[in-house]
C-alpha cells in the first residue's frame, strides 16, 4: 500500500520505518529541512533501539522516502497518518495548532481518495475538526475519510510494540476506511477494535490515563509502607498476582514521566472539564505524581541533614530505561532541586548525557560511568531503572564513595543486601527493618 507519515517524530518515524518493513511504500514528511536532509542519509535523530537499522534497510530497498514537502506526502500516499506533536498549552489543553496547518495542507494537495488517519495523541472531537477542515478547504473535489487510529508504542521498545501490540484501535466513519485500515494492519495478526472516531480517540486518552492511574495508586501505598514499615514491592506482587488488576505497572519510584503521561493526563483533565465534567480522580493522580519527587527530597535531606556544598552522584537522567528522552523526567527534576539546595552533581546516565547537558545546570559533572560518577561523593542517587545499574560492583562503589549512602528512587536493589553490604540504603516504600 503506498502511505503517507506527516510528521518525522517519535511516533511518525517508528510508525513509518515499521510499515515500509512490512512492505508498504512510505513517505514520512517533516517540514523540518535539516531533520529531513539528515534521515534521507540515514541518520536518526532519536535513540530508539532497532530504529536505525530499520531505516537504513528500508531505505536501501527503496520502500521508505523522507521528504519535506508535505504536498508531495499528500500526493504519494492513499492513507495519510498525521502524527504531528500536540505539545500542552498553559492550561493543559493539547495544542493543535499542527494538525490544523496539516489538515489545511492535506485539503489543499489531494489529488484523489485520501483516508485521513490521525496517529497523534488528539482530544476527543479532533477527528471531526480535521473533517470539518479538510471540507472547508478542498471544496467538493476529492473523497476523503478521516479516521482516528491511536499508537500505543512505548518509548525504548516501539519497534516490538508495533509489530506485536496487545490491540489494534480503528474508528472510523465509512466501510472503506475500515477495510483500507484492516488490510493495512492484517499481517500483524493482532485483534483489531472497529469502534467510531470519537471513541478511538478516547480509548488513547482513557488508557493512558488509567496506566497513570495504576502508578500514582501504588505510589500512594508506598507512602504508606513508608510509614508503618511495609515492602511496597510485595504489596504489589500481591495485588497484581489478582487477575483483574494484573502485575504490571505497580512499581513505585519517583513517578511517571516522559512525553505521554504527564501531558495526555493534563489533556484528559482539561477535556473534561471543558466538555463539563471534573474529573478529579485524575487531579489526584498528577499530585500524587508530582509529591513522589518531593518525597524523595525529603529522604534526601533526612538521610544527608544539609545538602549545600555536598557532592552528590546521580545515576540515570532519562525519564526511564532504554531511551535517551529526559522529556518530564523526575531525575531532571530531583538534579535540578537539589542543584538549588547547593549540591555539586556528578551524573552517569547510559544514553541520555547529550541531552541531559543542553537541559541542566552547566555546573553538572558528566561522568563516564557509574564508578567515575561515585568517586569522592557524599552519596549516589539512582533516578532511573537501566538494567546495567543493577549490576554494578558496590563493594567497588563503596570505595569510591566518601560515604557508604544509596538512596535509590526506583527500588532496584535488595534493601537488605545492600545493608548486608553496609551502605545506609533508603528506596521507596520498603522501609521494613531487617
Ligand atoms: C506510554 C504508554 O505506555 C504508551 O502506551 C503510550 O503510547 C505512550 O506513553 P512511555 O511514555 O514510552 O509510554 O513510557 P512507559 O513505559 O509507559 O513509562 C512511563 C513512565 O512511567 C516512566 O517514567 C516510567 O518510569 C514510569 N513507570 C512505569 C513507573 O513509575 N512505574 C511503573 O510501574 C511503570
Redo the contacts with the bound molecule.
Sequence with gaps: MHISIIGSGYVGLVTGACFAELGNHVVCADNDIKKIACLKKGLIPIYEPGLDELIKSNLKKKRLNFTSSIADAVNAGEIIFITVGTPSLENGEADLTGIENVARKIAKNMSGYRLIVEKS?VPVETGAWVKQTVSAYAGKKHKFDVASN???????Q?IN?FMHPDRIVLGVESKKAAELLTALYKPLKAPILITDVKSAELI?HA??SF??T??SF??AVSQVCDKVGADVSKVALGMGLDGRIGK??????????????PK?VDAFIAISEKLGYEFDLLTAVRNINSRQREFFLEKIKNTLWIIKGKTIAVLGVS??PN?DDIRS??AVDIIRAIQKEGAKVRVYDPKAMKKAAGALNKTVTFCNDAYSASKGSDCLLVL??WDEFKELDFLKIKKLLKRPVILDG?NIYDPQEMRKLGFTYESIGRKSKD
Design positions: 495523541t491511536p499508537e500505543f508504542l512505548r518509548e525504548g516501539a510494540d488513547k488508557s493512558n496506566l497513570a495504576k502508578i501504588i505510589n504490571d505497572f505497580l512499581n513505585a519510584g519517583l513517578g511517571y514521566g516522559g512525553s505521554c503521561f495526555d525519564f526511564k531511551t523526567s523526575a532511573t531503572d526506583r
